[in-house]
Nanobody, 133 residues
Framework: QVQLLESGGGSVQSGGSLRLSCAGSGYTYSSYCMGWFRQVPGKEREGVASVDSDGRISYADSVKGRFTISPGNAKNTLYLQMNSLKPEDTAMYYC???????????????????????????WGKGTLVTVSS
């Protein structure tokens, strides 16, 4: 059974930093997308940062230069270093992973950043990030 467990959320002041962690278990994907997404009530879930099995990384324009996604040394782990946080970064943050039926390099570099490309069972339960001004 695929499980993704996020941790590291919390409350910080504007300009602060947080590091989110995601630990995945119950799967081995040879070609895959993995990413961080966020959602606020009343809005669609949006891609924040993603990485694929070919090592390509994509970021949402709103976080470029402030957030860094990185795979962990342990299998199926993923981190998101968030610096210079802003109140508009406040959201529930989700980790997701999905296997691909083709080599990830054949897909658009933004494919893994689209929430719609992940199935309903490909998500963790989320960790809340609150940034106060």
């Amino acid at each position: 059974q695929v499980q993704l467990l996020e941790s590291g959320g919390g409350s910080v002041q504007s300009g602060g930093s947080l590091r989110l962690s995601c630990a995945g278990s119950g799967y081995t994907y040879s070609s895959y997308c993995m990413g961080w997404f966020r959602q606020v009530p009343g809005k669609e879930r949006e891609g924040v940062a993603s990485v694929d099995s070919d090592g390509r990384i994509s970021y949402a324009d709103s976080v470029k230069g402030r957030f860094t996604i990185s795979p962990g040394n342990a299998k199926n782990t993923l981190y998101l270093q968030m610096n210079s946080l802003k109140p508009e970064d406040t959201a529930m943050y989700y980790c997701a992973a999905v296997p691909l039926g083709v080599a990830s390099a054949t897909l658009s570099s933004l494919y893994c950043l689209r929430a719609g490309n992940y199935g309903e069972d490909d998500w963790g339960k989320g960790t809340l990030v609150t940034v106060s001004s």
